[in-house]
Every structure is written in C-alpha cells, then in structure tokens.
C-alpha cells in the first residue's frame, strides 16, 4: 500500500505559481520559480527540463507558457516532481495492480478511439470508434470496481472451466452508474450503435451519433482523472479542428434507394429517436449540444454571434458578414428567358429572338453568380431572371438604339463554347 505524498512548502508554492499562470496565460520565468520557492536555479532548471518539461514549453528568453498544471490533483502534481522514477511512471492513485493495467490500457484505447474518427477518409471509422471507445470505457470501469473490491469484476467460477470469466459492460454501469443518470444513458446508447453497428450504424447517423461521442468522451476524461488523479492528456496539446455541423435531414427516399424499405425505416426511427432526446434539453453529459446565441444589438456583448445595425463603412480587412432579409426566390426570380422576350417585345413592340436575349444576358454577365438580376435553380438547373434584370434591360435598349445589334455582335464573336 503506497502512502500518499506531502507537500513540501516549495512544492506546494510552484504548484500555486503554475496553475495562476495557466489560468493567465502568462509566462513563468526561472528566476519567478526561484522566488517562490526558494529553491537553488540549478534545481529550478532540473525540474524544468525533467518533470515539468511535457507542462512548461519554451516561449522567449528564460520564460515558459505552462499547460495541463490545473488538470492535475494534488497528488498527481507531487509524483510528477518525485525523484522516483516509479512513481513517475506510473501516476496513478491506485493500489491494485489490475486496476493499474486497466486504467493503463483504458487510457490507450480512449486516445486510439480518438486518432481513428478524426481521420475523415476512414470509410470504416464510425465502426472502428464505437468498438474501441466502449472497450476502454469497460477496462476503465473495471478498473474502479477492481480497486473498491479486488476480483470483483470476475464471475464465480464455473466447473471445468480453467479461465475465469469478468463480467460485462451492462453490469460495469449498473455497479457505477444510477439508472437515471445521463452517463449512463449516454454509454448505453452508444453501446446499441456498436451493437448495430453490422446493419444499422450508417453513415447518414453520423451527425446526430457525433453529439453522443463528444459528450462519451468528455465523460471519460472526468472519469480518469477522477480514478487516476491525472489528466487522460496531460500535457499535450491536440488542436483539433472540429468539424461537426448541424445534421442535415434524412432523405426518406434516399435512405430507401440504398438500403431498401425495410433498413431505410429503421435508420429513419433511429435518427427520430437520438434526435428526440437532443432537442428534449437532455443534459451535456448525455449529448454535447452545439448551440449559437444570436442577438441583435448595438452594442458589443458576450454572444456567439452579434448582428449589428449600421450604416458606416466597413474596413476592407473587418470580419463581417452581411445578413439580408431571407426572400422567396421563386417570387423574386418569377421570369425564365421566354417571360423576358415576352415583356420585352410588348414594351417595344417588336419582336425579340432568344438569340437576341441570350446575346444581351451574356453582354450584362446576369449568369455569371446569383445576384439580384437572376438566380440558378441547383435541382432543375434552370435560370430565373427578377424584375429588376427586366428594368435593366429596358433602360438599356431605350438608351442606345443600337444596344441589342452590338450586344449580338459581340455574343457572334465568342467561342461557341461561351454561347448559351
């Protein structure tokens, strides 16, 4: 049985030092270690270059930027500074050797589990995840039920039978979790997912799944540090980029073409389900909301987003982003090309061609992007010109009697390629 470790005085004052710089953001500097504990420079830079190195990272001259110090309980702090080697290596509270194995591989699969669904190409990924993320929440359960009772987490023995046999994942929650808890919850249905992961786990689930997994492994890393005294990264930086956007709508007929009527309905009902709980405000140790407060103000305040109401210039470098009223572009782009002509040669009185109209679209570049002169349907790929593109077109021919001859003109000499 190991005794837990006390603070020194020093030891104690570098850990104060450590964590009110990282809560900052500033640098820590040798000589400010060396004021607070008192300890010699030479035994400053030892603990900086050996026990301390993966948590202070060299920025300027004699200065570090600390990382992972508040992640870390007291007792973790103080076996990170031990002289023991042992103790460094293996920085957990636990006394049973199992317990010790299984944490140590927990932490393993959790971080493999991780590596595996941030790589997007991997078409198997959402499988791969599922299985290695609840193996390490499991050895991480056992470990606990290990360390409270040694041998708990086997099944009594069975005649004839040499192996023991541990139990499963559903007894590890129930001996840990309250069945109302939103961990619980959260391990249970991401445990149905691997389970169905052969037949159902597809990949049109992957949206809504990914606000379970963010919330799963969260709940791991409380859970480890909570077991082990450590962070599950202590000291290391992911900078991970995250790329979950708001799940798009399943596609009934999609989903039907496919996977068939009968997968398509079961898809259909999973996605109702997982999607129910989210928008029933289940707690954020179930399900990892991605929520944007969006206020209209004019005056800056904490928000995701802030939409302001302004007349002045904007700086050419200014990150802004202009919001428009939304329109019904059916209405607003209510005329095809023939519409055009039409009106056209009822305002003047004379007939138009389509060559003549394509030859005037082409000189005003209305095709060239949606504007306010026309739009493209992506679903039907066809054109739809506004009222606006109409007043432009009979300013311009009311203006230059030659207009449309010239616009043909020009409309002749490109490549037929360009001619539309």
Known sequence: ??????????????????????????????????????????????????????????????????????????????????????????????????????????????????????????????DSFTQIFCTAWEQLMKAELQERAPDSIFRPAKLNRQRRETIGFNDCLKALFPENSPVRQNLADIQELRDESTHLLMRELQPLASLLFQSGVLNF???????????????????????????????????????GSANARDILTKAQEMEAKVIQGYPIDYAFPLGHEIVLTKKPGPHDIRLSLTDLPVEADAEVIFVKKPTDVSKDFRYRLKDLRMLLS???????????????????????????????????????????????????????????QRCVDSYNRRPPKRRQ
Request: some cysteine; aromatic content about 8%.
């Open 1 to 126: 049985m190991r005794p837990p470790l006390t603070a020194k005085p020093g030891q104690a004052a570098l850990r104060e030092l450590l964590i009110a710089s990282e809560k900052e953001g500033s640098l820590v500097s040798i000589q400010d270690i060396v004021a607070a504990t008192g300890w010699k420079t030479s035994t400053v830079r030892t603990y900086v270059s050996k026990m301390l190195r993966s948590h202070l990272h060299f920025a300027e001259r004699g200065a570090y930027s600390v990382t992972g110090i508040r992640d870390l309980e007291e007792q973790g702090f103080l076996r990170l500074l031990s002289q023991s080697r042992r103790r460094r290596e293996t920085p957990m509270k636990l006394r049973d050797p199992l317990a010790r194995a299984l944490v140590a591989k927990a932490r393993e699969n959790m971080l493999l589990a991780l590596e595996i669904y941030n790589r997007p190409t991997l078409a198997n990924r959402l």
């Open 221 to 259: 890393a409380k859970r480890y540090l909570s077991v082990c005294d450590e962070a599950l990264v202590s000291g290391k930086t992911l900078s991970l980029m995250s790329l979950v956007l708001t799940p798009p709508p399943l596609n009934p007929v999609h989903l039907k073409e496919v996977y």
């Open 346 to 404: 009822e305002h003047f009185h004379r007939e138009f061609s389509n060559h003549e109209m394509l030859a005037m679209i082409e000189r005003e570049k209305f095709k060239s992007a949606n504007n306010e002169f026309h739009y493209h349907y992506e679903i039907s790929r066809t054109h739809g010109y506004s009222e606006a593109c109409l007043n432009r077109l009979k300013n311009r021919i009311s203006q230059d009697p030659d207009y449309v």
